[in-house]
């Protein structure tokens, strides 16, 4: 038997355990960004944390969209999109793009010729073409290969155990 340090537990990971799994999963601290494509119905966004950065040669990330969400078919069938990773005083961007997909109002953009929204004054924008899209049980991974990136100085938004965490 494992020596358990106190208020540990273990569990075995099935359906019924998912309050606990989803606790494990979200004991990962990680930055927030917003993802944005040309979606059907237009312009639009989601706040995601399951970006990851995947392969320098080529340049791809990843990140990965619920199946369960109304936004997840625009972002599988996008061709292009756009991550943003958010600094520690744009959490307001986060909260507006958990909720609405398409609330740009106040949200400063550059010039979009994809029509694939860019926010401006983000710590970090990856503009990606569409790489690779794997199904992933509840999720779908959509890959991108980078074929722009701005980076900027500031300190980054983190998410962990349900909800944000001072830097
Ligand atoms: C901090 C945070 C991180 C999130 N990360 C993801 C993610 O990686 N993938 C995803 O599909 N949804 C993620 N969501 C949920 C979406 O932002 C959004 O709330 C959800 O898609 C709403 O459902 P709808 O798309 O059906 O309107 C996250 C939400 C929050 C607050």
Known sequence: MVDQPKGSSHLTPSAENGPELRKAFGQFATGVTIVTCNGTNGPMGITANSFTSVSMDPPLILWSAAKSSLRHDSFTGAEYFAIHVLKQEQKSFCEIFSKDSYDFDGVELHPCPKNVPLIKN?????????YAIHDA????????????????EGKPLIFSQGKFQDV
């Not at 983000?122 to 569409?130: G, I, S």
């Not at 049980?137 to 900027?152: E, K, N, P, W």
């Open 122 to 130: 983000v710590l970090a924008r990856f503009e990606c073409v569409t």
């Open 137 to 152: 049980g509840d999720h779908t991974l959509i890959l991108g290969r980078l074929t722009a990136v701005m980076v900027s």
